[in-house]
Each structure stands twice: as C-alpha cells, then as structure tokens.
C-alpha cells in the first residue's frame, strides 16, 4: 500500500490527515509483513500503529494489554467508529469471554485486546487456533524483561504463545526501553529479522526538578505549594501506607483528591480513576498502580512523594504529565533516607533460592489429593519466615516472586479460585521435592545486580548538575542533546549567583571544623587529597555526637571531631554542609554509594587557611557584621592616617590598584568565559571568580600560552588552579589557535 493509500485509509478510519513520526513507518513496516518494535514515547500514538494495521491486514489483529480500564476504553472509542472490537479479561464472565471468542473464530472481529493472563492456559491457545490471526500487538512491551523496570511474569510466555499460533506477525510497543531491554524484548519475542524503530525520549515540554529535603514537613509544604501553583497533577507514593498518610492529610486541608492503590478493592479503584479521568477531581494520590492507561490530557505536575526504584519508572510515570503539549512540571522530593522503601522492594522482588525452596515445601506439604494448594501470601509468608532469623524472613512480595520462579521452572501453576478474589496453587510435578529443585542462583543474584544498579542509577541522578533531561536522554542511549533549559540544573545557569561574602574568622573556624571532621571521616591518598567513606548522614550524624548505633559501630564517636558541631545543632549543621557543597569545598561522589568527600579546595581551606568564599547559615550573621564593619572602620582609618601622613603606599589596607586590561583577543575572551560557565554548571553554580575572574581570561586570551608552565605566571594561577582548571583553558586556545 503506498503512502496516499495509507493517508486515505487514516483519514476513512480515524479522521486524521497527518501521521506523526514514525508512525507512517511502524505501520508501512508491518504491512510489509516485518515483525516491529516501536519504542515511541508516552503519548506519542502507539496505538495507531497497531489499530490502523488491524484494519488492513486479513484477520484478527490480539491486542496485549496488561490494564482492563485501558482495554475497556479503547473498545469502547474503537467501536464508537464502527471498528469491530471487544476484549476477554477476567473482569468479563465467561460467557462474556465465549461469546469474544466466538466472534473472533467466525471473523466478525478486527481487533481484540486480551490480559496477559489468558495466555496461562492451554485451552485459551487451543482456542485461538479456531481464529485466523493475523498480528499478536504487545502494549507495554517492557514488561517482558526481568531486566525491565516492570516486569511481569505473564509476558514471558508470549513468546510460547506465538509458536503455538503459528508465528503470527508481532509487533512490540514501549515508551520506555534501554538499549539492554531493548535487545531482550527481541530476544524473548523471537523476533525474526525486525524492523526497530525508535522515535526518541525527548520531552521538551516538561521540566524536570529534583528537590533534596531533609524532612518531611518539607515534602508537605512543597506539595501543598505544587497544587497551589500547577491544580492538575498526580502525586506518587511508594507505598500504600505513604499515600493513605497523605491523602489524610490533603482531607484536613480540604484538597479536593482521588486516592488509588493496590490494596482498594476493582470497584474503588475504578471509581476513582473515572473521577479523576473525567475532571471530577484534579488530584490523584496514588501508587505507582495508577499509571498505564492514564491518559488526561492536562496533568501540569507529577510528583514523586518518594524516589522511584529506577530512572525507567521515573520517566514514565512523569511522562503522564504535558500530554497535551504544554508545559508541564515533574518534582522528586528526594530524601536519602527513602532509599530503605525501595532497598525493600528489591528485597522482595529477588528472594533467595533457599525461601524459594521453603515456598515450595510449604505447597509440597498442603497439597491435597489433586495436588492443588490453598493458602494466602500471608500465610505463606508467615510459614516462611517460621523458625527462620530475621535476615531470612519473608514479607508476601517475596513469596510471590518466590511463586514466580516455581511457574518459570515450571513447577507450578496458579489459578483463579471461582466466586472468591482469590488464586490457588498446583503443583504440575508433586514427585518433585524442594531439594531437587535446581536453581540458577548466578542468574538470580544477576537480577538482584541489575535492580540495584537501576536504584543507583536514579540516586546519580539525582545528584548529578547535568540538565535533567540530557542525563535521562543518554541513560535511554541518545546522546548529544543540548540542555533543556528548563530543568532545575539549567534554571540554576540562568541567573548568575550573587557573590558570596568572604567568611569572618569566627564563621571560617567553624566551618574549618566541618572540614576536618569529614577528612577524619576519609582516608588521606596525598597532601591534599582525602578518599571519602561515608555518606552524608553518616558525616553529620558524627559531627553533630549522635549516639546512633551506626556511628557507634564503625567508630566515629572515637574521633576528635566527634559532636564537634553540636553546640550548633542539627539545623546549623545541616545548612553549613549544604552550603560549603555550593562553593565546592565537599561534593557527594557519584559512585555505587553516594559518599561525602572534601574537594581539592576544600583540603587547602582546611590546611592552609585563606578567604572562603560562602554564604554562612546565619547563626553568626550578627557576629559576622560586627565583626565585618569594624574592620572597614579599622581599614577607612588607616587609610586616613596614611594620607594625613604622607605615607600612603600600595601596601596600606584599603589602596586598591588594579591593572588595566590587556590588548587581548576578545573573540577568544567569550569562548574562555563560555569554558568557565560550563565549570561553573558542573560545580553548582559557584561565582564565576572560584573557577578563574575575568583579570586572568583576559591574560589568557591575550599571551595564549601552550602549556601550564607557560601560564603559571599570571596572577591569578596557582598550582592547584593549574591543575584542576587550566587544561580546560589551555584546550580552548589551542584550539582557537589551530581555526
């Protein structure tokens, strides 16, 4: 079909006259009789790639959903144009179901979506062989792979399921896919010889924020002032029991909401996803069960209550919002401390072989005579963890990973227990005894690796200076892409810093305290170069004397800097690191573990002394201004005196000579300035005269010097300036020189 054929048959079928990109393509590849996937992003018009194909192709075209409400609502829209549909799911009775089936076999239907879980079943397949079938489209493909964000055990026999079929032709869609998912989705699918298409990440029109806290009473004010500001939004919590707290809360403050999570039962759930949907209410409180299918058009912010479990999750949960095109905001409120939800949900999601093993003996000991099992997670779980010490117990997400595992050795099935919202399990080889199960535990520990590092991931997100947006973009494996101007990294380059006032003795003592508490904290690998050991918590934990068993344990209250801070309190203590991380005296690494470190400069403050550049926590502001306006008082005297006197001399506190300019090049002056904002970004917006005054670019742009050696005797340099700043310069004339 050539393309005026298929702008026809869009315009016929579903009133457009344009196709996005690359849905044109996507559509021309699977008529073409090419397997596809399409990794496109969150309302980027997936659905048209399959829909449109369904109406030409001859047959039925099996639509894999993995969310009833989104089924139901395409249906509902596909048969509103005339266009035969219907869905089979378990919301339908069977003779709902039957009826579905019987359509499809006699070929009244050209699209019908179908749950994941169907596909359980033998007979179901056995079924489907009465239909002619013409492509198997996978929505949501990601959850595929383990290695995924998402994964669920019942995509994974999709693969199965289209050798059972016949290899029908398969299309696969995503938004969200890394290059390593990416290939398992392939993989998985048995995709022969595929077309891939991937349309890009990007989403300009929403503007990403990570917002460190340290409490939670400024998670609340902060989301509170987002409703204020944005009205439309969906705030996500990790945890059932973190969004029925906040929904409470938004209640008592008359925050007109919906609250949605895994725990509410089909017919609450449904309810409050219409209210939101239809504009009812304009803020839904939710986990992150509310999401596929969530598609209203004027979400202006989401929220993460929480950090998400990996960069995947967050991109595509804040993705629900600007589906309209228009500017939209996305906030993490980022607490370290909430890493311990998500270290728990690794924990869950990846059990160990040997509660695997307990799992199984506990099915194999409370089978009946059909070897089928009734008992609930949490009984499950409680006959778990029996008998077990506290690192082996086991909470039910355990369990139903650990029931995962037995279905995937194909040791078991599970089943919907009629009448009740309940399943039961059966055990598919009962002569099998938990010790002769064999485990791949290499594989198992690779899955728990590969989650960790998904968690890792974000944490380097979030402490990152990149643009957001960039960060994410290379993360799917798009590179080269400008800042976004619009996240919180590049909203920081905008407005140049004021410049911080030079500390007064009294407020560098304290924070030269700070300074050596954290080497104390670190390990010395050169003069001025510590390797740091602990995270920031730990730091400030031991500055501030906490009797904390943590700190107890690994020694810190045997340092000479133990509780140094203390007198201060936590508050103090808290502003004084976040600000001596500004000006690039300590910095947050970014390797497996977040760690707190002194910066090169932050080791010559602390050995050698010198003017700091800060703002300080105000504790010592009256102090510092006292302090501050005697001298100018002593120094405008003393200049006085020396005129009165005759003796002014260049030495006299308060004489400022300045040289003037060079004669330099000043095309080369703005590409050096340009190199210093770039530095200034990466270290948090620092003053432009920490990284190099405007005096010394000058210098450079007029001598051009070729090397450090060169350069050394400009006023201004120094060797540890020429070490960490100069090469970047030195790149920039040479280069300069060379065009």
Request: aromatic content about 8%; hydrophobic content about 40%.
């Amino acid at each position: 079909m050539d393309n005026l054929s298929l702008e026809q048959a869009l315009k016929t079928h579903f009133g457009h006259s344009a196709f996005r990109k690359p849905q044109r393509e996507v559509i021309a590849s699977l008529l073409a009789g090419k397997d596809t996937l399409a990794i496109m992003p969150t309302g980027g018009g997936k659905s048209l790639c399959y829909q449109l194909p369904a109406l030409l192709l001859d047959g039925v075209t099996l639509v894999v959903s993995p969310l009833i409400a989104l089924m139901k609502d395409q249906v509902d829209a596909l048969n509103a144009k005339g266009i035969a549909a219907a869905m089979i799911n378990s919301s339908q009775s069977w003779d709902e179901q039957k009826l579905a089936l019987d359509k499809m076999a006699a070929g009244e239907l050209k699209l019908a979506y179908i749950a994941p879980e169907r596909f359980r079943a033998g007979s179901f397949l056995r079924t489907l062989s009465r239909a002619k079938i013409s492509l198997l489209a996978i929505d949501e493909a990601h959850c595929i792979s383990q290695w995924g964000h998402d994964f669920r055990p019942d995509y994974m026999r999709l693969g199965e399921a289209l050798d059972k079929m016949g290899r029908p032709l398969c299309a696969a869609f995503t938004a969200t896919a890394t290059p390593e998912v990416k290939e398992d989705i392939l993989v998985q699918l048995k995709m022969r010889e595929p077309s891939v298409f991937v349309s890009g990440f990007a989403r300009p029109n929403l503007h990403f924020h990570i917002r460190h806290v340290e409490k939670k009473n400024e998670k609340h004010a902060r989301v509170r002032e987002l409703v204020r500001q944005h009205e439309t939004g969906i705030i996500y919590c990790a945890t059932r029991k973190s969004a029925e707290k906040l929904s409470d809360d938004f209640r008592k403050d008359k925050i007109r909401h919906v609250l949605y999570h895994g725990g509410m039962t089909p017919a609450q759930r449904d309810k409050a996803q219409e209210q939101f949907m239809s504009k009812k209410y304009p803020v839904a409180v939710a986990t992150n069960a509310f999401g596929m299918g969530i598609d209203r058009a004027d979400i202006r912010f989401v929220c993460h209550w929480e950090m998400p479990g990996s960069v995947e999750a967050y991109y595509q949960e804040s993705g629900r919002a600007g589906r309209d095109g228009q500017s939209a905001h996305c906030e993490v409120l980022f607490m370290y401390a909430d890493k311990r939800v998500q270290d728990f949900f690794i924990d869950g999601t990846n059990p160990a072989p040997a509660l695997i093993r307990r799992v199984y003996d506990i099915l194999h000991q409370t089978k009946g005579h059909d070897n089928e099992a009734f008992i609930s997670m949490d009984d499950l779980a409680r006959m778990a963890t029996l008998g077990q010490r506290k690192s082996g117990a086991a909470n039910s997400m355990a369990v139903t990973s650990a029931l995962t595992v037995l279905r995937k050795l194909g040791l078991i099935e599970r089943f919907e227990i009629p009448g009740l919202r309940a399943r039961g399990t059966r055990l598919l080889q009962p002569d099998f005894s938990a010790r002769d199960i064999t485990i791949d535990a290499e594989l198992l520990d690779e899955k728990r690796r590969r989650d960790e590092a998904k968690l890792k991931a974000f944490i380097h997100l979030a402490y990152s200076k990149e643009c957001r947006q960039s960060w994410i973009l290379n993360y799917f494996g798009e590179t080269d892409f400008e800042p976004c101007g619009g996240c919180d990294c590049c909203d920081s380059m905008k407005t140049p810093a004021t410049p911080a006032p030079v500390l007064v003795e009294e407020e560098f003592v304290e924070v030269r305290k700070a300074l050596s508490g954290i080497a104390r904290m670190s390990w010395r690998i050169a003069p001025t170069q510590w390797q740091p050991r602990f995270g920031r918590d730990k730091v400030l934990k031991s500055l501030l004397g906490s009797k904390d068993e943590k700190i107890i344990g690994a020694g810190l209250d045997k340092l000479s800097t133990y509780g140094i801070l203390k007198p201060h309190g936590k508050a103090f203590a808290n502003a004084l690191l976040k600000e001596m991380e500004i000006v690039g005296l300590v910095e947050v690494t970014q390797g497996d573990y977040p760690l707190l470190g002194l910066t090169e400069t932050g080791a010559r403050a602390m050995l050698e002394g010198g003017d700091v550049f800060m703002r300080y926590p105000g504790e010592l502001s009256k102090l510092a201004k006292k302090k501050l306006k005697q001298r100018v008082i002593a120094n405008a005297n003393a200049f006085h005196a020396a005129q009165t006197n005759g003796t002014l001399t260049d030495d006299t506190p308060g004489k400022q000579t300045k040289e003037p300019p060079p004669d330099y090049d000043e095309e080369l002056y703005k590409k050096l300035c340009s190199k210093r904002n770039q530095l200034r970004f990466l270290r948090g917006n620092v003053p432009a005269y920490q990284i190099f005054p405007n005096a010394v670019l000058q210098q450079l742009a007029a001598r051009k010097p070729a090397s450090a050696q060169d350069a050394m005797d400009i006023k201004g340099i120094g060797p540890a300036k020429a070490k960490s700043f100069l090469p970047s310069f030195l790149k920039i004339i040479a280069a300069h020189a060379g065009s």
